[in-house]
């Protein structure tokens, strides 16, 4: 990067470290409980789940968010994937700055993953485009009550870094404790001040266990930064996570079908 990128980028990185420190930010606790599976169809294809089962800490374990995805993977060679899907996602009103209802977003979304090793660091990126279909309600004036009132479109980039180490096994293979390191970077392409591009970013750690490729359990904790839609608002969400990956092999299944 030449010197007028680092410039650019530099005044980009103090605007919104500055404009962020005048927003109202609040310190909550969640808990999320995760499933994903890769499966696979054949040599190249892969069928890809998700689900995420997220609640809040400090209301009774109300619900935050809950997600479903699902999408198709294709391995392109042994270090990189091409993925598409869609998620559904329900954001409920939790915390100190709650939502005024409950709203649905459908999401469309194409990814390349690169997955990169040295020695016994193992690195995964991830470069996702994301096409969000919000739910808009508004207040019905004779009922009183939020009715639908249309589709917000958006687009955002997300770019993720995934880390994991092995401690007992020199590389990543069956009964392997592991450490799992992570950030995941969200920003918005909509057109607006430079303070709102960012719209979350995650970063994590864990401790694994693979008992197999494919079959692992892992738990830690996350801090989520989310700046609000207006811009004024944020949460930084302490989160404990718990994660399980099981991928079936539907190959020889699909292989026998005449």
Do not use: C
């Amino acid at each position: 990067m030449n010197k007028k990128g680092i410039t650019v980028l530099s005044i980009l990185i103090m605007n919104t470290i500055g404009t962020f420190a005048q927003k109202q930010v609040v310190n909550q606790n969640h808990n999320w409980l995760m499933y994903v599976g890769n499966h696979k169809l054949n040599d190249k294809w892969e069928l890809h789940t998700l689900y995420h089962f997220r609640r809040s800490l400090d209301d009774n374990y109300a619900w935050q968010q809950s997600l479903l995805r699902a999408g198709v993977n294709y391995k392109m060679d042994k270090n990189i994937l091409l993925s598409v899907g869609a998620d559904w996602v329900v954001s409920f009103p939790y915390g100190q700055q709650p939502s005024k209802y409950t709203n649905n977003e459908l999401t469309g979304w194409q990814a390349v993953i690169v997955k990169q090793n040295i020695g016994r660091l193992n690195m995964m990126h991830r470069y996702r485009i994301e096409e969000r279909f919000i739910q808009k309600k508004t207040i019905d004036a004779i009922e009183g009550n939020y009715v639908n009132d249309g589709i917000k479109y958006a687009n955002r980039f997300r770019y993720w870094y995934n880390l994991n180490v092995p401690i007992n096994k020199p590389t990543m293979q069956e009964k392997t404790w592991y450490l799992n390191g992570w950030n995941e970077v969200f920003i918005d392409l909509e057109p607006g001040p430079v303070y709102n591009l960012l719209n979350q970013n995650r970063i994590g750690a864990n401790v694994g266990y693979q008992w197999r490729k494919g079959f692992n359990l892992q738990a830690g904790y996350m801090n989520q930064l989310l700046v609000k839609a207006d811009a004024h608002k944020a949460e930084i969400n302490h989160t404990i996570m718990l994660q399980l990956q099981y991928d079936l092999d539907f190959s020889k299944i699909l292989s026998s079908i005449p």
